[in-house]
Every structure is written in structure tokens, then in C-alpha cells.
């Protein structure tokens, strides 16, 4: 089983909400990945949980904030966001981020609307 | 340092005839390469993948590609080109990096029509 679960496909929020987006995998990844992705482009890589360790895109705005409460769950915090934020935010993830041959299995997105 | 290209941003095919999407690559070293489709609003299938076995990777749905070292090339193609096949496709590079960051690269895409 290669699936991986993000809930909820859709969000609709205003700036001064504050929401979270959920993963899961049960394929015994130790990997877990946050992309954003705008209409017509590829999907940018936000962070990256490597054995529960958070290596984080420097250009990410603080009012997303990545957690990982466990190998298998990973959560991104959404604060004061901006209309430029809105995207399909996708989450992926492998069974090592320490080798090349690594394969990165995605999730179906949420899709994300800031109002 | 990593790179891959796209090199048709849109390819547009009958049903029933081949379909080749066109992906060169440049790596410092072997690189694994991938395949992953999307359709709307969807998120990303992975089709196949290179990990330095069999250069003639074959792949879901019909689909294969073939690793040319000598032309930095990994080419996707289908025989015969079916209306679900319409989708957005990523090439995508993936080598040896000191950290996890960055290791894999994604190609611009190409979009791919198909028309009855």
C-alpha cells in the first residue's frame, strides 16, 4: 500500500483564522514532506521531516509552521495567512531522505483558499 | 549541482497514437530519475523510475522511458494514446546531496492534450 492521507481536501479561510493540515502514512516512512503548488507550476518544496528532523526551506514565511507528532503524522499550522498563499499544498512522503533512489509517494492535496 | 528540463511545455496527441514527452537532466552524480503524473487537482502518481538498473524502465498504465547517459536524456513514451492520459506530466531528478534538502528536482512540466 503506497497511499498517503491528507484531510481536508478543501479549506476555505480568512486571514485571521487559524487551521491546520493533516498527513498521514502508514507505510513506515521515516520521511515526511510539505510541497506548495500554484496553478500550472510544479510543486516547491516547504519542509522536510527526516527521521522526526525539520529541515525547513529558508524563503517559507513564518505563518507556516511544520509539526511532526510522530513518523507516521505530520501537521502544517496555518497563521494570518495571505491571499498569495492560497495553492494545493501537498504532502509526500519516502522511506529514507538519505539515499538517491529514494521514492517520494504524494498525497491528493488540500486545496487551500485565503480570503 | 542538479538540473532537469522539460522540453515541451504542452503536447498535443490523437487517441490511438504515440505519445513522447521529452526530459534531459544534469547531475554531479548518478542520479535516480522519475516519472509522476497529475491529473486536475489531484496530487502526484508516480508512473516509473531509473535507480541505475535497466535503462528501459517500464512503467503503469503503458507507459515506459529509456536512461541515455551518453545524451542526459530521459525520455517518457506510450504507444498508444488514451483521453485519460490527459494530465500534467514532471520529470524529475534526484542525486546525492550532503542533506536531504533539495534532492529532488522537478522539471516545469508539460501538459498533455489528448483529442478524440
Known amino acids: 500500500d503506497t497511499e498517503v492521507t491528507q484531510t481536508p481536501k478543501h479549506l476555505v479561510m480568512g486571514m485571521t483564522n487559524k487551521k491546520s493540515l493533516k498527513c498521514e502514512q502508514h507505510?513506515?516512512?521515516?520521511?515526511m514532506y510539505w510541497y506548495k503548488q500554484k496553478a500550472k507550476k510544479p510543486p516547491e518544496l516547504m519542509f522536510v521531516?527526516?527521521?522526526?528532523?525539520?529541515?525547513i526551506n529558508e524563503s517559507v514565511p513564518s505563518r507556516f509552521s511544520p509539526e511532526c507528532p510522530n513518523s507516521s503524522l505530520l501537521n502544517l499550522h496555518l497563521h494570518a495567512l495571505q491571499p498569495e498563499d492560497s495553492a494545493l499544498y501537498l504532502c509526500?512522503?519516502?522511506?529514507?531522505?538519505?539515499?538517491?533512489?529514494?521514492?517520494?509517494?504524494f498525497g491528493p492535496g488540500t486545496r487551500l483558499t485565503v480570503l | 549541482a542538479q538540473s532537469v528540463t522539460q522540453l515541451d511545455s504542452h503536447v498535443s496527441v490523437s487517441e490511438g497514437t504515440p505519445v513522447l514527452l521529452r526530459c534531459n537532466y544534469s547531475?554531479?552524480?548518478?542520479?535516480?530519475l522519475f516519472w509522476y503524473v497529475q491529473h486536475p487537482n489531484k496530487g502526484l502518481q508516480l508512473l516509473l523510475k531509473?535507480?541505475?538498473?535497466?535503462?528501459l524502465v517500464k512503467g503503469i498504465n503503458g507507459f515506459e522511458a529509456e536512461f541515455k547517459k551518453s545524451e542526459t536524456s530521459f525520455h517518457l513514451t506510450k504507444p498508444s494514446a488514451h483521453m485519460s492520459d490527459a494530465a500534467e506530466y514532471f520529470c524529475?531528478?534526484?542525486?546525492?546531496?550532503?542533506?536531504?534538502?533539495?534532492?529532488?528536482?522537478f522539471g516545469a512540466g508539460t501538459q498533455v492534450v489528448v483529442t478524440p
Open positions: 521531516y527526516s527521521y522526526e528532523k525539520l529541515s
Open positions: 531509473y535507480t541505475s538498473a535497466a535503462t
Open positions: 547531475s554531479s552524480y548518478s542520479p535516480s
Open positions: 524529475v531528478v534526484s542525486s546525492m546531496t550532503t542533506d536531504s534538502w533539495g534532492k529532488f528536482q
Open positions: 507505510m513506515g516512512h521515516r520521511a
Open positions: 509526500a512522503s519516502s522511506q529514507d531522505a538519505g539515499t538517491n533512489t529514494d521514492t517520494q509517494y
